[in-house]
């Protein structure tokens, strides 16, 4: 991902809110490569929804405008109603910040929904 002007403050570091957006966008790059699709999951005849639940982030090195970003995402554990996620930002191999996530799966009402078995194979080893 590249870095814009308007992810970036009047210095031309990205800031620090700017970079969740980088996160969500590789999290929904990360489950595509799983074939999970967030419109086929709305599509579902019983629609399904995933919604960060907790986020703890870190940075380590600032990001700044024109910088190239590749954010790492890695899906720990899929259980239940819950996908526990990884991720690392870096620029030119370096890290640069990190956020440790917990997703839910929900019903359109918000309730918490078990992933259903189809979907929870996808994720592989990593669903136990």
């Known amino acids: 991902m590249r870095v814009y002007y308007e992810d970036t403050d009047f210095s031309g570091v990205v800031y620090h809110a700017r970079h969740l957006h980088f996160f969500e966008r590789g999290r929904t790059e990360a489950l595509r490569s799983l074939g999970v699709s967030h419109a086929n999951l709305l599509a579902r005849a019983e629609p399904l929804v995933f919604a960060v639940r907790k986020m703890t982030t870190h940075w380590d090195s600032p990001a700044r405008i024109d910088d190239e970003l590749e954010v790492a995402t890695r899906f720990r554990q899929v259980r239940g109603a819950r996908i526990l996620i990884d991720q690392e930002m870096r620029r030119a191999g370096r890290l640069i910040a990190r956020a440790d996530v917990e997703a839910a799966c929900m019903n359109l009402d918000?309730?918490?929904?078990?992933?259903?078995?189809?979907?929870?194979?996808?994720?592989?080893?990593?669903?136990g």
Do not use: D, I, K
């Open 110 to 127: 918000g309730r918490p929904r078990r992933l259903p078995a189809e979907l929870t194979a996808r994720f592989g080893e990593n669903s």
